[in-house]
């Protein structure tokens, strides 16, 4: 029988690499033991189990758990990844499309739910406090300035943490949201685990109304497991009906009883665990500054490493590939940075194994360069997302599409900040942008 996929993972496996990427669970032991058993566990909506999108049963049961851990209004369960989160969130606070101001920090979720909500994004670019080569900040003076030239703005939606780790000040946000009389919405999708942290740094507990926590990309949970946490109770009776209305009607249950397994886990001893696991990552910072290796400037995720290996003359993925000979699989190495997500499923001889590695690639000699992130002027808009996205499109030779209005988002990630997005005309800067991240070809509108 071939199954090149499960062949493909299975040799993977059989590498014996440091994971330092996502998903979190790292494929190995509690909470997710249970799930050797996958298939038994592969169940559907039965009596004994409920129903997600009914909020039935035990399923249901599971999200009061959730929520009491997280001291939300309401935590629903999602089996389809923080996006679905995220367009249940867009859904929420613009049912009848309007303007949202948005950091232009964002991901390609956002604006393909923006797109279908008939959503018209207001954009704020980042500042560039987190140093020369990472994305920045979304300021709250920024949001103010925003939403009073948009005073029908209907919320405000914030990526915090980004890729890199790099935060926003969600408090001062969330304040300036509420004098305006408006919703914060965050895209947590990178800060799961924030709420564990020695000082609680979730969006929710800091004044967001929702925010969408991708669960499986720093908590010990499946790939596909996240949480909506809601504290604005107002949302609370739609939210259910706004998930249904983007997610599969067969939600996989290995994942929401991963989601369930590490609620448990975390109520036992999440606080712990995230502090072990940060106590390992502030070594490996230490490290990485004693190397020369860049990291963001400001208040970032204490559990995210990311660094800037130019400065020591490494080019592209070349040190991604130094890793991987070195037994340490990243979750990203390209353009010059590197990003791991470690996570508290990582043992000390993972973080013993990936300091010798930094440290060996470090000594070898290169020739330092400067790198600084091309930071992205707003192009011009000619028509909405929702417009570009569903038109007739074309694909163009990059070179060849200047003066054209882009059809699909181009968001390199990182810098996670897009470059052109659809309905947007692409212009001189936007070409070179694109050919500088290896991009070809585009589709545009016909
Ligand atoms: C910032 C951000 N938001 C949202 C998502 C979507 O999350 P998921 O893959 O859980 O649907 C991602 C995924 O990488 C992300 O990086």
């Not at 009883?257 to 390992?280: K, M, T, Y």
Request: net charge negative.
């Amino acid at each position: 029988m071939k199954a090149p996929l499960y062949d493909a993972v299975k040799a993977h496996n059989k590498k014996n690499m440091v994971s330092m990427h996502m998903p979190a669970h790292k494929g190995v032991a509690e909470p997710l033991a249970a799930l050797s058993e996958m298939q038994t566990l592969d169940v559907t909506e039965i009596p004994d189990t409920g129903s997600l999108f009914d909020g039935e049963g035990a399923t249901a049961q599971a999200e009061v758990f959730a929520s009491e851990l997280f001291g939300t209004a309401a935590t629903f369960m999602s089996a389809g990844g923080c996006t679905l989160c995220i367009q249940a969130m867009l859904r929420a606070v613009a049912p009848h499309g309007g303007k949202v101001v948005c950091g232009r920090v964002v991901h390609r979720s956002a604006i393909n739910a923006m797109a279908l909500l008939g959503i018209e994004p207001v954009w704020i670019l980042p500042d560039d406090s987190a140093g020369e080569a990472f994305s920045g900040r979304i300021t709250p003076q920024a949001v103010c300035d925003a939403l009073t030239a948009n005073p029908d703005a209907c919320a405000v939606y914030i990526t915090s943490p980004d890729y890199f780790g790099v935060m926003s000040d969600i408090k001062g946000i969330a304040e300036v949201a509420k004098q305006h009389g408006v919703p914060l919405i965050v895209d947590n999708a990178h800060g799961a685990h924030l709420k564990f942290l020695k000082e609680d740094m979730s969006p929710t507990s800091l004044g967001a109304a929702m925010s969408a926590d991708s669960a499986h990309k720093t908590l010990p949970v499946m790939t596909g497991g996240a949480w909506l946490q809601v504290c604005d109770s107002r949302f609370v009776p739609d939210i259910r009906q706004a998930m249904a209305l983007f997610g599969s009607t067969s939600p996989s249950y290995p994942i929401m009883i991963s989601l369930d397994l590490a609620r448990a886990f975390l109520c036992e001893n999440g606080r712990e665990q995230i502090e072990v696991l940060v106590g390992r990552v502030n070594k490996i910072k230490d490290l990485c500054a004693e190397m020369g290796l860049a990291v963001a400037q400001g208040i970032c995720d204490p559990a995210r490493i990311a660094f800037d290996t130019s400065m020591l003359g490494f080019s592209d993925g070349e040190f991604g590939e130094l890793l991987r000979l070195n037994g340490v699989e990243p979750e990203y190495a390209g353009q010059g940075k590197v990003i791991l997500i470690p996570s508290v499923m990582n043992t000390q001889e993972d973080f013993d194994v990936l300091s010798r590695a930094i440290e060996k690639i470090c000594n070898e000699k290169r020739e330092p360069a400067q790198s600084v992130l091309v930071r992205a002027a707003l192009p011009q808009k000619v028509i909405s997302p929702r417009e570009a996205l569903l038109s007739q499109s074309e694909s163009v030779p990059v070179e060849k599409s200047v003066g054209r209005v882009a059809a699909e988002v181009f968001c390199p990630c990182p810098p996670a900040i897009p470059v052109v997005m659809p309905g947007e005309k692409i212009g001189k800067n936007e070409v070179s942008q694109l050919l500088s991240y290896g991009i070809f070809n585009i589709k545009v509108v016909k």
